[in-house]
C-alpha cells in the first residue's frame, strides 16, 4: 500500500508513517516509481498495537522495564531511574506496556534459502515463534512448537550488519527472518530470551493464537509483579 492509504490505515499522518518507516515499524514493500510501496502486514501488526499517549521511551528504559517486571534489577539505568519506571508502571496496563516497550528494537526482515535457516539460528537470540521451537517455552505459552520455516531472533547493531553480509541475506518485508535489531546489550544481559520480550513479539504476529498467547503471558506476568509490587 502508499504512504497516503497507511496514513488513512492507521488514522495517522503521511510524516508520522514516515517515521514509522524509519524506525523500523512499518516496512518498505517496493517501490512504485518515486512512490514507496509498505508492507501491509506491517502496517496490520502495528495496528495491533494501542499507541502510547506522552513521551517514547528509548531501548533502555523499554529493556528496563522487562527486566522489573519480570523481578529483576536492570543495571544499565540508576536507582532514581529504577523507582521511577516502576512507578509509571503502576499505573499502566498490559497493552500501554506493550505499546511502550515497541521501542525496544528496530526489527528487520530478510530472506534466506530455507535450507540456511538452521545455520543462521546459531548467531540469533531466540524470540517469538522461534523461541517456541523449545518445548519447554511453548508449553508455558500453552502453544505447540514453533515454525522451522521461519527464524525470528535478536542481534545487536554491531553483529547485525555482519550477519546480513557474512549470510548474503536480502532484505524482504515478507521474508523467513524476522530480525530485532537491538541497540545496546540489554537483550543479552542474561541467558535465553525473557518470556516478557516473547510474549511482545508474539503480540505482533498476525497469527491470532500466538498473538492471544503473548498477550496472556504478558498479562500473567504483569498482574503478578503489580500484586507483589501495591500497584
Known amino acids: 500500500m502508499t504512504t497516503v492509504e497507511a496514513a488513512e490505515e492507521l488514522k495517522a499522518t503521511r510524516p508520522m508513517v514516515h517515521k514509522l518507516l524509519k524506525n523500523g515499524s512499518l516496512l518498505v514493500a517496493g517501490r512504485a516509481g518515486r512512490s514507496i510501496l509498505i508492507d501491509s502486514a506491517s502496517v496490520q501488526r502495528y495496528k495491533n498495537r494501542r499507541p502510547l499517549k506522552g513521551r517514547s521511551w528509548n531501548a533502555a528504559t523499554a529493556w528496563a522495564a ?49 535450507a540456511g535457516i538452521p545455520r543462521a539460528a546459531d548467531y540469533f537470540l531466540p524470540t517469538g515463534t522461534t523461541a517456541l521451537n523449545d518445548s519447554v517455552v511453548a508449553d508455558r505459552f500453552g502453544l505447540a512448537a514453533g515454525r522451522t520455516d521461519v527464524l525470528e531472533g535478536y542481534l ?16 524482504d518485508p515478507a521474508g523467513n527472518i524476522i530480525m530485532h535489531i537491538v541497540d545496546g546489550g540489554y537483550a543479552f ?43
Open 189 to 231: 544481559e542474561d541467558p535465553g530470551t525473557p518470556d516478557a520480550a516473547i510474549a511482545v513479539d508474539l503480540m505482533d504476529s498476525l497469527n491470532s493464537r500466538e498473538r492471544a498467547a503473548g498477550k496472556n503471558m504478558l498479562e500473567k506476568i504483569f498482574t503478578q509483579w503489580k500484586e507483589a509490587n501495591g500497584g
Open 156 to 171: 545487536d547493531t554491531v553483529r547485525a550488519p555482519m550477519i546480513v553480509n557474512g549470510l548474503s541475506l536480502v532484505e
Open 66 to 114: 522487562l527486566k522489573i517486571i519480570e523481578g529483576g534489577t536492570p543495571s544499565w539505568i540508576d536507582a532514581t531511574s529504577r523507582y521511577r519506571l516502576k512507578q509509571r508502571l503502576k499505573t499502566m496496563d498490559t497493552a500501554e506496556l506493550a505499546a511502550a516497550v515497541g521501542t525496544k528494537d528496530q526489527v528487520k526482515r530478510y530472506r534466506i534459502a530455507p
